[in-house]
């Protein structure tokens, strides 16, 4: 009986190490006739991963009618992760936006409104955004070659800071830095160029709450923290257009 039972735990022992040898590696030589072609593809393409850095620039369209058309920059860094085509990353965005209306100089014999009978947006010559968003991306592509457009998804969400700038015709001191959440889902297309550059212009809606501002007015000749006028609509449309640089 000795003979058998080492026998039989010889034969364990060398399955256990086939096993082990076998998770451990993939053969470098061709898959066996039992071998899903279809599965051993997906499963390399799950252990490359990719990275990506996209530089843009493009016009930005307020909702509040009180704002004429900007401009805005910014860059995204984004790693392909859990699956394939799907890329999670930070951005970084710049914008500024000009008031159609701003309040003008009055003369020196006019005395300046309150800021009571003003809108927020007339003390407002301008302001600066500034964001920051993790972002969520899902790619579609249109088809197997390298030249095919890819169908693209996403949403980003993340922190806003808005920083107005004054009208020069009131007595208003300084605005108050605004901070806020800001959402912003994103529909476009990448067209590669090459291997690791590519081409993409997308668009976004920027959701931000509406905003009551708060800043420093003096007209009794002491500086006092007040609220400014009406709450403020800062969402905005953007369109978009930047390089892809992938490796």
């Known amino acids: 009986m000795s003979v058998p ?58 909702i509040n009618d009180k704002y004429d058309v900007g401009w805005g920059a910014g860059i995204k860094g984004q790693i392909e992760a859990v699956e394939k085509w799907l890329w999670f990353g930070l951005q970084l965005d710049y914008a500024s936006v000009d008031t159609k209306d701003p309040l003008e100089v009055i003369g020196p014999t006019v005395p300046a409104p309150d800021l009571g009978s003003l809108k927020t947006e007339q003390q407002m010559k301008s302001y600066d955004r500034y964001q920051m968003l993790l972002t969520f991306d899902y790619e579609i592509p249109t088809g197997g070659e390298l030249y095919y457009p890819i169908f693209r998804l996403g949403i980003g969400v993340g922190a806003v800071a808005i920083n107005p700038k004054e009208a020069p015709g009131n007595n208003l001191v300084e605005f108050d830095n605004h901070w806020a959440f800001v959402a912003q889902p994103t529909i476009g297309f990448r067209f590669p160029i090459h291997e690791n550059v590519g081409l993409f212009v997308e668009g976004q809606y920027n959701f931000i709450p509406e905003a009551q501002l708060t800043g420093v007015e003096n007209i009794t000749g002491q500086d006092q923290n007040v609220d400014i006028g009406n709450e403020v609509q800062f969402g905005t449309v953007n369109v978009f257009a930047g390089v892809s640089f992938e490796w």
């Open 5 to 62: 039972i080492r026998s039989f735990l010889g034969l364990i022992s060398i399955s256990l190490l086939g096993l082990t040898a076998g998770c451990a590696t993939r053969p470098s030589g061709p898959p066996g006739e039992d071998e899903d072609i279809e599965a051993q593809t997906m499963r390399e393409s799950m252990l490359t991963r990719r990275a990506r850095l996209e530089p843009k620039g493009g016009i930005v369209w307020p």
